[in-house]
């Protein structure tokens, strides 16, 4: 029998009781405390603390904190990448981050989601899809990326704008729902 935790790893809709989930979550939770309590004098342990909650964390890259998470170890940030306070990474999904991103404060990834009928939605069914963030995206304030959605390489998303769609490389994206308004490469 597939457990909840199987489940949910393999996209699959899932009921979050499951004990292995729960000490996951835990984890999580205490290690985002030990690294959003940090010292910022002790750059090597605020550190140590993001490599051991994150499921990869790139070279040259810096998170401020507070950063919330679900899993933490779904989480995977490419190197030199920054990214800002208040940062929220529902990872139920696996949220994939490049290189050299910048993302702003405010930011929420959100790979959960839940089901539409409410008959499901009572009895606690939720499932989750990835998000991929490409190399060099530009992510600005308060900007929220729903599950599913891919961002391209070199684009910008403007801030306070609502990704509901996979968007291509190199644009530069505004509002809600999110939607390409020009190219990278024309002037405003």
Not at 6 to 26: K, T, V
Not at 141 to 150: E, H, S, Y
């Amino acid at each position: 029998m597939t457990s909840m935790k199987d489940r949910m790893l393999a996209g699959e809709r899932y009921i979050a009781d499951d004990p292995a989930i729960i000490a996951d979550l835990e984890r999580a939770a205490m290690l985002s405390e030990r690294f959003n309590s940090s010292s910022a004098d002790d750059p090597a342990g605020r550190l140590a603390a993001l490599r051991e909650l994150l499921g990869s964390l790139g070279d040259d890259a810096w998170i401020r904190p507070p950063l919330y998470c679900d899993y933490g170890y779904q989480t995977h940030i490419g190197p030199r990448t920054f990214v800002n306070f208040n940062a929220v990474f529902l990872d139920v999904a696996r949220i994939s981050i490049g290189a050299d991103v910048q993302i702003g404060p405010n930011v929420q990834l959100l790979t959960a989601t839940h089901p539409v009928e409410p008959e499901a939605r009572r009895a606690k069914w939720e499932s989750a899809l990835p998000i991929t963030i490409g190399d060099n995206v530009w992510l600005g304030g308060g900007v929220i990326v729903l599950a599913g959605v891919a961002i391209g390489e070199n684009t910008v998303v403007g801030a306070g704008a609502v990704v509901t769609r996979d968007l291509p490389p190199g644009v530069v994206a505004v509002g809600n729902p999110a939607r390409p308004v020009r190219s990278v490469h024309e002037s405003s």
